[in-house]
């Protein structure tokens, strides 16, 4: 991509650093009886990556509808970029990019069409729309695709796509709804690559993902979200070092005949925290090698054993 | 920061932008529509205009010279009512609820409100296009005379927007498409037999008759033949057109809440 390229995209964060870009207090969806969100709070500062993580159906992209204006807050508060989703919905759009979990590009446009009619929704000219796609289409790396149907894209070509057509307005917020779901490992990491590059350009980045390594590789801060409300939050490393130990050493049991795993019974009993997973067993010391030696001495011999660092895995499935 | 004026929930800049949108999806498939809209009413006119009026002696009744003459107009009306419902029906959930293309329209400044009248619109313009290319035809046969015909495809599209707009507003609401099959058979079908293009519904039992003149394409019917043959009057003009709009008028404001209220959810 050319160097000076959408380096513009910064800038309005900056200027705009004394409002928060989301505040939430006690915000509520409800369907029906059914609460998808439950009250929670949370704050996004200027130009921060912040990250919602939770498995699917813990209320993540309720949380994002409302943010993004589309779908009316049951209680609580809301502010997006200074203002009130639900009555300035138009003007809040106008400065903000949605990314979402399902990409809805036009698939009877061509890739650069759908680059330009978009921006033409956002009142940008013909001219400088034809002119910022071509800059878009760089940062997608899909510059010799303009002119080939979409429905004729790769699933990462399409999301690329999806993420540079959120970028037509200069958005001092891009909410990202699962970015990476359903790529292939080489897909998802060009998209963290290109998400890493709008982060330095200062763009606040809000996005939504059920993936561990995700949060980790982009997120600022984070919450992790746990059927509607907010079971933690932090920045990556801190709810790592509060949650679950330095190390975490993981055991395998060879499996019966009739499927079920040979383990011993009072794995817990060895001054350990444990969580008995299908297929192993997960055991949070500070030096896991320690740990292994003391399950060796008193008699537990498990087929397989690892050690390795503590991940937001663990802290996912510690809280949740 | 955001301006502080509260924004208006619809404007003619949003609603261009759609439309700009839709123009440009249409170009790569307009060939192929066009040339269908366009056979469709040939076909009735061909077929029960020509065909059957060549059997009908006396079309002093019909105070029109020939039989083709009755039918020609009144297929413009009711075709724009069936292609309208078409557009209404099938297309409309498949752009709410499948392709995702509204969706993501509203994460733009476009309001829902734009949204939904702008794709109404949009069938009226489609409308509009094939009405006018049906009027040619009707031109050529010598049987649009007046030049007040060159009003009869607006009329043609009022007749098509007031079903695109009750209908648009009802598919809106909709999950499923099962309901679309009846709608066509036992609504859009007995409607277009019923509406007094092929025979005066003069002719239909007593509560028939006011069932037919209750319906907006009835309306349609007669406003594109009073215009096409020269025969309207001020009277049934103002009449047959203020009671399009208000199907339009009380659709369009159905449709802006039911569209709101599906793709806000």
Known sequence: MRPNSLRHLGLAATIGAMVRPVEATKLTKKFGDFVAVNGIDFTVEPGETFSLLGPNGAGKSSTMKMVSTVSPITSGSLTVLGADPQLDGRNIRQRMGVVPQEDNLDLELTVRENLVIYARYFGISWAAARALSNDLLQFAQLTERADAQVESLSGGMK??????????????LLLLDEPTTGLDPQARHLLWERLYTLKERGVTL????????????????????????????????????????????????????????????????????????PDRVLVYADDGEAALQTFRNNGVAPSASMVRRATLEDVFLALT | MISTTRPRWLTITGLRHFLEHQFIRYRATWRSTVISSLLFPIFFLVTIGFGLGSQIDDTSSLGTTDYASFVGPGVLATVAMLQAGGLSLWPTLGAIKWEGTYQAALATPLTAAELATGHILWIGIRVLVGASLYLSVLVMFGIATSPLAALAPLAAALTGLAFAAPLSAFTATREKDSSFGPINRVGLTPMFLFSGAFFPVSQLPDTVEWFSRAMPVWHGVALSRGLITGTIGWFGAVGHTAYLLLWILVGWLFAVRTFTARLSS
């Not at chain 1, 999301?159 to 001092?172: C, D, G, K, M, W």
């Not at chain 1, 993981?250 to 499927?259: K, M, V």
């Not at chain 1, 795993?261 to 008995?276: A, Q, S």
């Open chain 1, 159 to 172: 999301r690329r796509l999806t993420i540079a057509r959120a970028l037509v307005n200069e958005p001092e």
């Open chain 1, 206 to 277: 809000l996005l939504t993902t059920h993936y561990m390594d995700e949060a980790e590789q982009l997120a600022d801060r984070l919450v992790i979200m746990d059927q509607g409300s907010i079971a933690a939050e932090g920045r990556p490393s801190e709810l790592i070092a509060s949650h679950v130990s330095k190390e975490v050493l993981e055991l395998r049991f060879p499996a019966h005949p009739d499927g079920t795993r040979n383990r011993p019974e009072g794995l817990d009993r060895h001054g350990f925290r444990v969580e008995l997973l």
